[in-house]
């Protein structure tokens, strides 16, 4: 049997006691902290072993605090998890008995050592009675709606995804997100996304639907985009792109013709396959000139771009990239356009969060036409958005719908909404500042322990690191890592000799590791740790100690 443990600074005492006697019995224990007397929130914790119990990747659960309350009603929030404070042996029994409780709770102010194991001791002999009065007790409770992702009801449809989704939602909070187009949304957003709008048809627009019954989706897309154009200053805003790609397929079928020229970044300097890969629609179907950084700086050259402008002559410019760690200079690519005569598209898909905490240059009122995904930096759901002046409104809202769209995803664009609702808070400007001051803490750390980092630094949520010195792939070293419970990607770095498959270098973004409310302190210690793991390969002891640390990191900063 597998037992998940765990207390708050209350309960630290009891809890290390009863590891020791649950050990001796042979029994085996996740003990998920905490480790220190340092003050901490008990919800966490309680949340920790009762995601584990619901998912049934522990049998039972033990939580200690100094009254067992908090961590009791904490805990009973998840399906299937009925969670019992026990304070005599007595209590123990009738629990397991009558209540077929599967965590024990307990007040560690109100026990002493041997009290506290003699309750144990009775908990652990006990089992439920499975009495038809009991039982149909228990069938009552767990069919009431509960838990973080309210999946009582997946769990009792279909087993296999509930728990997929369980052990995922276990992975994200146990390990450390450093990927950096992936961030974590609020509950809010999450209920949004999961809510009754997904019914709703609704062509259209607001208004404008080809479809009855739209009155509150209206109200909802509406909200979505007065709060985008709030954020922004943009004219005009479309929300119901789909993704990104879908935003920039949407924007060149609104202003362009097959066969036009869009000068775009390249995908091997930093770019994006929508800004003209041969596999993409985009490539298929427009000719496609390129422009990249520069050797040895591994920074955009504006006058080198505006040469390469002046020569392709093309109809649209584009400008924004994946993987490109610093500023973009909007004003200079509006008068390299004007230059040539071409329209100005900007892809902040990864800055958009940035742009709207202030933390990055705005491409308004400069671009002609501006896409975004939702997430990344902005922190919403996946999804896309495009923003454009007045004079292409029209021609934009064609192209999406019905040029390349049918029905909106309502419930995505509600959440959307919330999205933008909180991105207008004041928080939010802190947080973007944090994420640009984490990437940096980073970035410096890895430097002073040998790694190069391209382009000397960062000034945005990301950095890249070139691994080329230290004898191992891109594609080894997110292996390597996601084994300690540090996940993040592969990535070209300019001017790569390695595969896009294996790559010389990773990519580490911070806007995930900011929402969780790691600060700079943090964040130096995670880059020490990605250098402890690239360079002790081979040493599983060392490795474990970092895992431990990783996972021990997880746990102070849980994922919302």
């Not at 230290?470 to 996601?482: Q, V, W």
């Not at 498959?501 to 600060?519: D, E, K, N």
């Amino acid at each position: 049997m597998k037992i998940a443990l765990a207390a708050d600074h209350g309960g630290i005492d009891i809890k290390n006691l009863l590891r020791e006697a649950l050990t001796r019995r042979q029994l085996t224990v996740e003990d998920l902290g905490p480790n220190s007397p340092a003050s901490v929130d008990y919800p966490d914790f309680a949340q920790a072993v009762a995601k584990r119990v619901s998912s049934g990747s522990a049998d039972e659960g033990i939580l200690v605090c100094t009254t067992g309350i908090g961590m009791s009603i904490a805990a009973n929030r998840y399906p299937h998890v009925r969670a019992a404070l026990c304070l005599t042996p007595v209590m123990a029994e009738r629990a397991r008995t009558h209540n077929n409780a599967n965590v024990l709770v307990l007040g560690g102010g109100f026990l002493t050592p041997d009290q506290a194991l003699a309750i144990l001791d009775q908990w652990l002999k006990s089992s439920f009675s499975n009495e038809a009065r009991h039982a149909r007790r228990i069938a009552k409770i767990d069919s009431a709606p509960c838990g973080d992702l309210a999946t009582t009801t997946i769990e009792s449809t279909d087993p296999a995804v509930y728990a997929a989704i369980q052990r995922e939602a276990a992975r994200q909070q146990d390990t450390i997100g450093l990927i950096a187009s992936e961030n974590y949304v609020s509950r809010a957003v999450r209920e949004a996304q999961g809510s009754v709008l997904t019914n709703k048809y609704a062509e259209g627009y607001p208004g404008k639907r080809w479809y009855n019954g739209c009155a509150y989706v209206d109200e909802v897309e509406q909200l979505a985009i007065d709060r985008a154009k709030a954020i922004f200053g943009a004219e005009h805003v479309n929300v119901q792109p789909h993704s990104g790609s879908g935003a920039n397929i949407g924007v060149y079928l609104a202003v362009l013709k097959p066969g036009d020229t869009i000068f775009a970044m390249s995908l091997a300097h930093g770019g994006h396959l929508t800004h003209g890969h041969e596999l993409n629609l985009s490539g298929r179907l427009y000719k496609i000139a390129a422009y990249g950084v520069q050797p040895g700086t591994e920074i955009l050259d504006y006058d080198e771009i505006e040469r390469q402008a002046v020569a392709a002559r093309p109809r649209l410019i584009v400008a924004g990239a994946s993987a490109y760690p610093r500023l973009i200079d909007f004003p200079r690519f509006r008068a390299i356009a004007d230059r040539v005569g071409a329209l100005l598209m900007v892809d902040m898909a990864h800055i958009a969060g940035l742009v709207a905490g202030g933390a990055h240059p705005s491409p308004f009122p400069h671009a002609d036409l501006v896409t975004t995904t939702t997430h990344k930096t902005l922190r919403g759901p996946r999804g896309g958005m495009i923003l454009c002046r007045e004079q292409f409104a029209a021609d934009i809202d064609k192209s999406i719908f019905p040029g390349s769209q049918g029905g909106p995803l309502m419930h995505t664009v509600a959440s959307k909404a919330v999205c933008f609702g909180e991105v207008l808070q004041p928080s939010f400007k802190t947080y973007a500042h944090q994420v640009v001051r984490n990437a940096q803490a980073m970035a410096t750390t890895l430097q002073t322990r040998g790694c190069r980092i391209v382009s000397g630094g960062t000034d945005n949520h990301m950095l890249l690191v070139d691994l080329s010195n230290k004898n191992i792939t891109g594609k080894e070293a997110a292996a390597d890592l996601e084994k300690v419970g540090i996940i993040l990607n592969k990535n070209v770095i300019p001017f790569d000799k390695k595969s896009p498959f294996v790559t010389s270098g990773i990519r580490i973004g911070t806007p995930g590791t900011t929402t969780r409310g790691l600060g700079e302190t943090e964040s130096t210690r995670l880059a020490h740790l990605i250098v402890d793991t690239l360079e002790n390969r081979g040493d599983e002891a060392h490795l474990k100690r970092v895992a431990a640390e990783v996972l021990a990191l997880a746990h102070r900063f849980p994922a919302p």
